[in-house]
Every structure is written in structure tokens, then in C-alpha cells.
T-cell receptor, first 113, second 113 residues
Framework: EAGVTQFPSHSVIEKGQTVTLRCDPI?????LYWYRRVMGKEIKFLLH????????ESGMPNNRFLAERTGGTYSTLKVQPAELEDSGVYFC???????????FGSGTRLTVV | AQSVTQPDIHITVSEGASLELRCNYS??????LFWYVQSPGQGLQLLLK??????LVQGIKGFEAEFKRSQSSFNLRKPSVHWSDAAEYFC???????????FGPGTRLSVLP
């Protein structure tokens, strides 16, 4: 099966600009997650979709971040406006459900200058 | 809430030597435990997982991990390290649905020729 696909792989934007990250989960995986690792710190949970519904968005840092998953397929994570502290690697993962663990994508490295 | 500690930030071993990476977790119920590896420029790859049953779990690339409930540990081992094992290793604990991961801070492994 194809893996979790994320793009772009790298993005460099200026502070104040908008960036949209995309994640295509494995086909048939209802669960989709966003995580990020900023400044070499721990990988932190952002949010969890079940199909098109937000199951848990407790990890979203502030209202500059907006995640969507229209139709329950791919997901986007928009950062608007981007700040310097948003720099890091954003990972997407998908899962079939309980007990299967996650399959992660290769991540999007975001650099805000 | 669950938490994960990886006491070693950076470990250096010689190629062919044995390896043990430590992981301790805190979780009130039976944990779902995972080890992931991130090679330079790559995403997070699942090495192995523990849900129940045999406490010694075999994974890919010759890795294994042992769940010790009494010590709240899930240490990763490999009998003979290869240069290609140089990467960052993350231990993670999921809740009783195998979801909502919490990652440890990671251990960076360097391998000397």
C-alpha cells in the first residue's frame, strides 16, 4: 500500500505569510493525525481527525493554525500568519484504528524567516 | 496523562557493538508502546510495537524491545549495530486505544566505523 504522503517536503516563508501543508493518508485510514517538532524539541501532538471530524484538537497551539479534512480524505494544515516559532517539522500520520499504531509521513520542514 | 522519558540524549557506539536505548513511561493503565526511528531527511519509521502478550517484541532491522511493567520500561536493543543505524530514536506511548501518542524527547545514535 502507498504510504502517507506529505507536501511540500520543505517550505521557507517569511514571517507574516501564509503556508498550507498537505497530508494524504493511506487509503482507507479514517484516523489522521498532525504532530510537529519545533526547534529540536519533543514531537508534540496537534490534532486528530476521524474521517472529516476533529476528534481532538487540544494540541493546536493557537488560532493561527487551522486544520481541515474535507471529505475525510486528505488534510491541510494552514498557518496564518506564520511566526518564527512555527519553524520545525510537521508530521502527519494515519491509522486504521485501535491497536494498529500509526504510519507517519516523511514530514514537512517549515522554516519561517 | 501519559509521559515518556528517554534518559540518553546522545549515544555513540562502534559498529558491531551492542546497543540498548532506554525508555521509561508513565501511564495508569496498560500502555501501548512504540519505538520509531528517524533517519536524516526521512520521516518516522515504526520499528516495533507492544500491545499485549509476549513482553519481548521483535521489530524490523534486527531490533527488539522488552516491556517490563515493574520498571515501567520499554528498552530497545540490537545485538550488533550497523553504520546505517545512525539516526534518532523515539519511544512513544499511546493510550488504551493505541491513540493519542506521547513521544519521548528522542535519543540520537551515532555509529563509529
Amino acid at each position: 500500500e502507498a504510504g502517507v504522503t506529505q507536501f511540500p517536503s520543505h517550505s521557507v516563508i517569511e514571517k507574516g505569510q501564509t503556508v498550507t501543508l498537505r497530508c494524504d493518508p493511506i487509503s482507507g485510514h479514517d484516523n489522521l493525525y498532525w504532530y510537529r517538532r519545533v526547534m529540536g524539541k519533543e514531537i508534540k501532538f496537534l490534532l486528530h481527525f476521524v474521517k472529516e471530524s476533529k476528534q481532538d484538537e487540544s494540541g493546536m497551539p493557537n488560532n493561527r493554525f487551522l486544520a481541515e479534512r474535507t471529505g475525510g480524505t486528505y488534510s491541510t494544515l494552514k498557518v496564518q500568519p506564520a511566526e518564527l516559532e512555527d519553524s520545525g517539522v510537521y508530521f502527519c500520520a494515519s491509522s486504521r484504528g485501535v491497536g494498529y499504531g500509526y504510519t507517519f509521513g516523511s514530514g514537512t520542514r517549515l522554516t519561517v524567516v | 496523562a501519559q509521559s515518556v522519558t528517554q534518559p540518553d540524549i546522545h549515544i555513540t557506539v562502534s559498529e558491531g557493538a551492542s546497543l540498548e536505548l532506554r525508555c521509561n513511561y508513565s501511564y495508569g493503565a496498560t500502555p501501548y508502546l512504540f519505538w520509531y526511528v528517524q533517519s536524516p531527511g526521512q520521516g518516522l519509521q515504526l520499528l516495533l510495537k507492544y500491545f499485549s502478550g509476549d513482553t519481548l517484541v521483535q521489530g524490523i532491522k534486527g531490533f527488539e524491545a522488552e516491556f517490563k511493567r515493574s520498571q515501567s520500561s520499554f528498552n530497545l536493543r540490537k545485538p550488533s549495530v550497523h553504520w546505517s543505524d545512525a539516526a534518532e530514536y523515539f519511544c512513544a506511548v499511546g493510550d488504551n486505544y493505541g491513540q493519542n501518542f506521547v513521544f519521548g524527547p528522542g535519543t540520537r545514535l551515532s555509529v563509529l566505523p
